[in-house]
């Protein structure tokens, strides 16, 4: 008899079974469920804190795009040289591994700004009416940067997504949306933000400026650089160096700016200079890449230029040697200075994307394209040339055609390695024949890049740009 | 004589079925035994043939009993004599003693009926008596030999006397056993405790000694008088029982395709894991070694590759237990400890001991995986370990000492060569010289820099193992300690495994076991992979750097071109430590049962718990170290996994010819894994490495953890049933429950059927076939190897923004949901034939299958623009089909001289049938490469996929004309595929497959008395592989690093026109490093995998010791190839589908020298 209690034991074993139904149900341990995370504050913060952080672009499309492609530099070494050439040689192709992820990121910088948007749909407190409009003008910047490389692409504005592909919108709906969610952000933004980085009003009317000049609205670009003056927030800094300089971040000029530290930094400053570059701090590390200015833009400077003296036309190298860079077309951009606090090849500068002199400058573009020349828009370009220490424009002289060579001019003086010359040449319709100058095989679709190949394989509504 | 089971079935039948329904369980349970008491007396009176009780033990017991027809004619037993509920040894002794027969137990599982008769005669006389055997035993497993019949001795005057005793391989008495002197009718028996005494007629007279069931032997009568020898079981001769899901079988009743592989079959020498042991040995089963590396990844593929993005490496279940067999802790953890990523983990199977294995059995079929439901899809290898036998003590030591080197370093330009093609290709490019004539005498004969990292590496393995028992208990207990260095510099593994096997019965109906294995496994790992410039590592860096400059400065320091941001490789070597210590214990202990004979119960929990640790230290010798002052990374992963099974078997003999069995069971598995790792940089000295994180930039750092679990609950079922012995079926079924699966898929049902027919049974088969048997067989398989949580959105860690010049860590959504998901499934047909021929001597398996998967779990491609690259999707389908063939001959048997070849060869044709609807998806990205591969409909699955190359363009071509009309001569010429007189991407094309033709492996053994010669050639044919090291060379990323000699010195000149390679001025400005079919490469090859001498010592006259081999084994001695890289095998992406060849570790010629003694 007691080998029955044995059996009894074994056969009903067979019940484990039954009692393990819930055994299935996934537990999630490491990873946050939507439900009530992005019913708190502090989730939708974190999401918009990744939008912030994937609008902070900082891949090195974002710096390389438009030396390259403008002629503004050149490039040896370091592996990227594979990537750069087809970039200066105008034989970039919709495979080119940046096209790709500049997409991805800016596109994840909207998903976040989706998520957030549709979470503080019906803001009811001063928080979430923030948030709100934070998140939107992320979006906008987003498809800022996607319209200027690319022209229009489709615009997703939701998170909750019921078709996975949609097609591109139209000239008109890309310009007016970029347009339409900046101006329904800025009021609401504050004009200092709670933490430098965040978004302010500055910021979206800073953008909306560049985006009002990039698409030659001309007028609206003028009203918006005056109402810019009107907030009373942003001068420029008198010393140009200091613009840049890492003790000065947050400076009275910049209305938006790519905010980096060590930690999530970029490796603009280690794909410039050479590795026998004595270097000041230990920490610091540069790569094999080089990036060069031609010796005419160098010599084209006016003598006394402070903004030329960020520029390093010979060193003496680790090993002692004087390398004079200026005359072989190596000269070297100083602009962002090493970081002491580097983490190797990754530094903090934070790079500027819409300044106060660019406004300036804008303004007077904007204007010479209304009226011509005007003393106006000369007092406003005097304005950025005084500050470099060059001699003051006078009006007399200047015809529409000869401001604008010159404030394109100045533009390249000013803004060198900071990615403008691309747009600027775009805008007026330079850019292939400066190209073609340079011995390109420039072409007239090269003025948009085409939309990454994994993404047309993705969504068959795509239509690629044309010449691609 | 059925009707006296019948109220056993009954009961029995009962029985199982309270088994799915056991509320009632303990009623019924006490009645069964009240009726078997009472219905026993009712069959007093009925008889049954001894010849149906021995088969219906054999099917009961699933043992094989081997008898002579001669003997059991005739014989009747009463019904009664069998008992129930007891062993098997119990009820022959019942139903033989009677009959003046007895049983000898031959091996495992295996039992032989003598007459007992015989053996007493025999040691009742001096005289030695002759006993013919007679002719006429129906059973075709006996040998040839025992059927000899003798006749009397008839002593001459001059005649030797010689006595003796025969053994087993366990050293118990062979009584019975033939001694014959050869060439002559005249001969004797062995009696009952194996002696023999006899008179042979002069002293060159030959023994021969044989047995049924034992391989027979020959002994020269010399000046020997007394003669002792062991006979060794003949496997081929008996009817080898194969292990299959949850239980064993029959080969000849086996209707499912599964390859069994004993430790014969192994590959020889000193193996640092389970699976190189199969490596070539199966067809259908392609065992790749991903990476050299010792303790390097493999990856294993049965039948093709059965899925796009879920896993494609079968389940190992090792005595029962299915082991979690993701990947360890991989050599580097990428980029934030400034090395390479390494997408070659750790082999997962280093934690078992290659010796402690007695079989590997593959499953390939559905009828032999569906048993296993949802991890069934790419088969399931079956491992099994040695057990105790009952007898003596048997110790066994095995050793090894090797040596291993890189058998031909990659062909990159020597020094001169590169001064040459350096000046050369400026000098095209309109530059000045790189080297000067100065330069040139300065530099000297430069550095060889693949001399500097590699080095001749030793190798060494122990094994020891103790096995024995007795009549209730048996152990078998090992320990192993190996350690190999790895030809690259700073690399290896060594390793500690124990096991012990324990089994004990209790009473007649119980048996409790255990089998655990213990083992610590350090690593020293090489940290190449799929990474460029400062994270390229030791090997990279060894094929890159110029060799011009030197190793050290003159001040001690390591020199470091500042032309390359590739770190100086010996930097790399001494700079650079990552080592892996892994803890893993898994074993199982178990409980069966036997509820009444023919009905058992099994009780199976297992565990497999592991704990590693990897330590990173990337010193301020290196490019990344030095301005970080030294970085300093620690991960560990705990990762365990509890297994909770109970099944019952039941085996009922329906008629006197026909045979039932039906198995069902319920199992539970859970798994979890947590991780840690963190990462702090900036440290004062590099002297502590890992071992004090605290010293580092506690503000630098950089942590992460996280934890994970699954699980799986499922149900399954077998029903086994054969007529006559030849016509077989079995059908499966298992209901599988799994949490990684979305709300409403939870639970997948995965069914088979298979049938078999003895065709050689049939009397219309003539009785030249020894065995022919038709297999047919169909299932569906299923896959979870997904990661867990796929079906619920989460939200992870997001991107970094910088407020206030402090990071900000955001939170992003980690997928889109897909609350649909569930299982892949496989549906598999396989029609197979077993023949054989010549009593076995040559013998033939030939299976077709055709596998489809449907409802793939695909990364579906959607718009990045939706913030997520991709959708897991059950869609789409994909088709591997094949023929894999078996021929095994014995194609000399002599008495000195033997030659057996095995021949194994598969064909397998993959092909994407369906992807929804997009046209195909490019994948396989490499670092400032791009894509590689493509799934596109109607081609294998990650075809390569870029440029074709027509040629080179020519000084007087009409490059203006052509679609690349800024090219130059020396440029390669690529297919303008639309015809649109540009190259974009649109015309790239599928530029080859990465799956060969077939696979093959070759084995042949010679022996000459006791000398033995084993050789070994696999290999494949018509395979691609891509090789990024050939495009490095092709587009190097610098102009200065260094190039593959055959590009280098052939390259396109003026002077040198007819060529392949380009002419390497401007690179960039031709294909912009993309794939291109330059850059792919015909894998295919031939190697003779192993060559194996061993020698028997002949160690009779020592007492202590049973047995001795001595043996030399050479690994990887030739590879006959075109390929330009180490290894045409190689992955970097470890075990994924997507092959290409990245800085492969080499693969290393191996010379052992291994010794093997017996106690």
Known sequence: MKIYPLKTALLALTLLGAGCQNTLEETVYSELTPGNFLNTTSGKQAVLTSAYGNIQVKGFWSFFYAPYTSGEAWNRGGSIETLITPLSDFTWDSNHAWFGESWNSLYAAIRDANIVLDNTKNAATDTDKLINAEAKFIRAVGYWYLYNLHGPVPLYTTSELTEFTLPRASEEEMKSFIEKELLEAAPLLPLKAAQYGRATRGAAFGILCKHYLNTKQWQKTADMAKQITTLNRYSLVPNYKDVFSLANEGNAEMLWVVTASPQAGHNLVALTFPTDYPLPYPSNQVFAARSYFFDSFVNSFASGDTRRNLIVTEYTNTAKQTIKLLGINQSLSAKYEFDPNAVGAVQGNDLPVVRYADILLSWAESLNELTGPTQEAIDLINQVRIRAGVTPLTLAGFTKETLRNALLKEREWEFYSESKRREDQIRHDRFISEAKARGKNAQPFHVRFPIPLTEISANPKLEQNPGY | ?1159
């Open chain 2, 1 to 1159: 004589m059925t009707q006296t089971r019948l109220p056993y079935s009954v009961l029995l039948a009962v029985l199982l079925l309270t088994c799915c329904y056991p509320s009632g369980a303990q009623v019924v349970a006490s009645n069964a035994r009240t009726v078997r008491q009472t219905t026993r007396p009712a069959t007093t009176s009925q008889t049954l043939s001894l010849r149906d009780v021995l088969n219906d033990f054999k099917a009961r017991y699933g043992v094989d009993i081997l008898f002579e027809d001669r003997i059991v004619a005739g014989q009747v037993i009463p019904a009664t004599a069998i008992e129930a509920g007891v062993s098997l040894e119990k009820n022959l002794d019942n139903v033989l003693r009677p009959q003046g027969l007895r049983y000898k137990k031959i091996k495992a599982k295996v039992y032989a009926v003598l007459s007992e008769a015989r053996a007493r005669k025999l040691t009742l006389t001096d005289a030695p008596e002759a006993l013919p055997l007679e002719p006429g035993v129906t059973l075709k497993t006996v040998s040839i030999q025992a059927l000899q019949p003798l006749t009397n001795v008839t002593t001459a005057a001059a005649d030797v006397s010689v006595t003796g005793r025969v053994l087993d391989e366990q050293g118990g008495e062979l009584p019975g056993v033939s001694v014959v002197v050869k060439g002559t009718q005249r001969g004797t028996t062995t009696n009952a405790n194996g002696n023999f005494t006899f008179s042979v007629p002069d002293r060159q007279s030959v023994l021969v000694f044989s047995f049924v069931g034992y391989q027979s032997r020959e002994v020269t009568v010399g000046s020997q008088a007394i003669i002792n020898i062991t006979l060794t079981a003949d496997n081929k001769t008996l009817n080898e029982v194969i292990v299959v899901g949850y239980g064993t079988v029959k080969k000849s009743d086996l209707t499912g395709s599964v390859a069994s592989l004993k430790a014969e079959d192994f590959n020889p020498g000193a193996n640092a894991s389970v699976d190189q042991l199969m490596l070539g040995r199966s067809p259908g089963v392609q065992v790749n070694q991903s990476s050299s590396e010792p303790g390097g990844g493999v990856s294993i593929r049965i039948r093709g590759a059965s899925s796009l993005n879920a896993g494609n490496d079968p389940l190992y279940v090792i005595d029962g237990l299915p082991l979690d067999n993701s990947s360890t802790l991989s050599s580097s953890p990428g980029g934030n400890v400034g090395v390479g990523t390494n997408q070659n983990p750790r082999n997962p199977l280093n934690s078992i001991n290659p010796n402690d294995i007695a079989s590997i059995e593959i499953l390939k079929d559905a009828s032999a995986t569906a048993i296993y439901g949802s991890r069934g899809a790419n088969g399931v290898i079956l491992i099994t370990t040695k057990r105790g036998s009952k007898g003596k003590i048997g110790v066994s030591y095995d050793m090894n000492l090797g040596i291993q080197n890189v058998p031909k370093p990659l062909g990159v330009l020597g020094t001169a060569d590169y001064i040459k093609f350096m000046n050369g290709v400026a000098k095209d490019e309109g530059r000045a010289p790189e080297f000067t004539d100065a330069d040139i005498a300065r530099i000297g004969a430069g550095t060889n820099w693949q001399e500097q990292i590699y080095h001749q590496a030793p190798l060494s393995s122990h094994n020891l193992s103790v096995s024995g028992g007795d009549d209730n208990t048996t152990f078998f207990s090992s320990f192993n300690y190996f350690k190999q260095d790895g030809v690259l510099k700073n690399s290896g593994i060594k390793k500690y495994i124990a096991r012990v096997n324990l089994e004990r019965k209790f009473g007649k109906n119980v048996k409790l076991g255990i089998n655990l294995n213990t083992s610590v496994v350090n690593d020293l790992n090489s940290i190449d992979g799929l990474n460029n410039n400062e994270n390229a590592g030791p090997i990279n860096a060894s094929l890159l750097y110029d060799p011009t400059e030197p190793v050290y400065n003159a001040n001690g320091t390591f020199s470091q071109s500042k032309n390359l941001t590739v770190n100086n490789p010996v930097s790399l070597i001494e700079g650079l430590k990552s080592t892996n210590v892994t803890n893993r214990t898994l074993g199982n202990l178990y409980l069966n049962y036997i509820i009444i004979p023919g009905l058992d119960a099994k009780l199976n929990f297992g565990s497999d718990r592991q704990t590693a640790r990897r330590d990173l230290y990337n010193s301020t010798r290196t490019l990344a170290g030095a301005p970080a002052g030294g970085i300093a990374n620690i991960a560990t992963l705990e990762r365990s996994n509890v297994l909770f099974e109970y099944t019952m078997n039941y085996t009922r003999k329906l008629t006197s010819n026909s045979t039932f069995g039906v198995l069902g069971g319920v199992t539970y598995q859970y798994f979890n894994n947590r991780n840690f790792a963190g990462t702090i940089r900036g440290f004062p000295s590099d002297a502590l490495a890992t071992n004090n994180l605290g010293l580092g930039d506690t503000n630098n750092d950089n942590l992460s953890s996280g934890q994970e679990d699954n699980t799986l609950l499922s149900y399954l079922g077998r029903v086994n049933y054969s007529l006559n012995d030849k016509y077989l079926l079995t059908a499966s079924l298992r209901a599988d429950g799994s949490s990684r699966f979305g709300e409403n898929n939870k639970y997948g049902y995965f069914p088979s059927v298979a049938a078999g027919w003895r065709l050689s049974e049939e009397p219309f088969i003539p009785d030249f076939f020894y065995d022919l048997k038709l297999r047919g067989s169909w299932g569906i398989t299923g896959n979870q190897d997904i990661n867990n949580y796929a079906s619920l959105t989460t939200y992870t860690t997001g991107a970094n923004a910088v407020f206030n010049n402090a990071v900000s860590t955001g939170a992003q959504p980690s997928r889109i949901a897909n609350p649909n998901l569930k299982w892949e499934s496989t549906e598999q047909a396989n029609i197979g034939l077993d023949a054989s021929i010549l009593q076995g001597r040559v013998s033939l398996t030939l299976d077709y299958f055709v596998k489809n998967t449907r409802d793939m779990l695909i990364n579906l491609p959607i718009p990045r623009a939706t913030g997520f690259a991709s959708l897991l999707t059950n869609i789409g389908r994909m088709e591997n089909k094949g023929v894999e063939v078996l021929i095994s001959s014995t194609n000399i048997n002599q008495k000195q001289f033997k030659w057996s070849t095995t021949l194994n060869v598969a064909a397998i044709k993959n092909k994407v049938k369906d992807i929804g609807n997009i046209p195909e998806i490019v994948t396989g990205n490499v670092e400032a490469i791009g894509n590689t591969a493509v799934v596109r409909v109607g081609y294998p699955a990650y075809s390569y996929y870029g440029y074709n190359v027509l040629g080179i363009f020519q000084t007087g071509d009409n490059i203006a004309g052509s679609a690349q009309p800024t090219a130059k001569p020396g440029y390669p010429i690529f297919e303008d595929i639309n015809g649109d007189k540009r190259i974009t991407p649109a015309d790239q094309v599928i530029i080859g497959s990465p799956f060969p033709d077939f696979t093959y492996g070759i084995q042949n053994t010679f022996t000459y008395k006791r000398l033995q010669l084993d050789v070994f050639f696999q290999g494949q044919q018509g395979a691609s592989l891509l090789n990024i090291n050939v495009l490095e060379s092709l587009y190097p990323n610098n102009a200065r690093r260094n190039r593959l000699a055959e590009q280098g010195l052939n390259r396109w000149t003026v002077d040198n026109p007819n060529t392949r390679w380009p002419s390497g001025a401007n690179p960039s400005a031709y294909g912009g490093g993309k794939v291109n079919s330059l850059t792919l490469q015909d894998a295919s090859y031939l190697r003779l995998k192993n060559v194996q001498v061993s020698y028997n010592l002949p160690v009779q006259k020592i007492k202590f010791i049973q047995s001795a081999r001595l043996y030399v084994v050479g690994q990887n001695l030739a590879t006959f190839t075109k390929y330009i890289g180490f290894d045409p095998e190689a992955n970097a992406f470890g075990r994924s589908n997507v092959r290409i060849d990245y800085n492969g570790y080499p693969l290393a010629r191996t010379y052992m020298l291994g010794l093997n003694i017996g106690f």
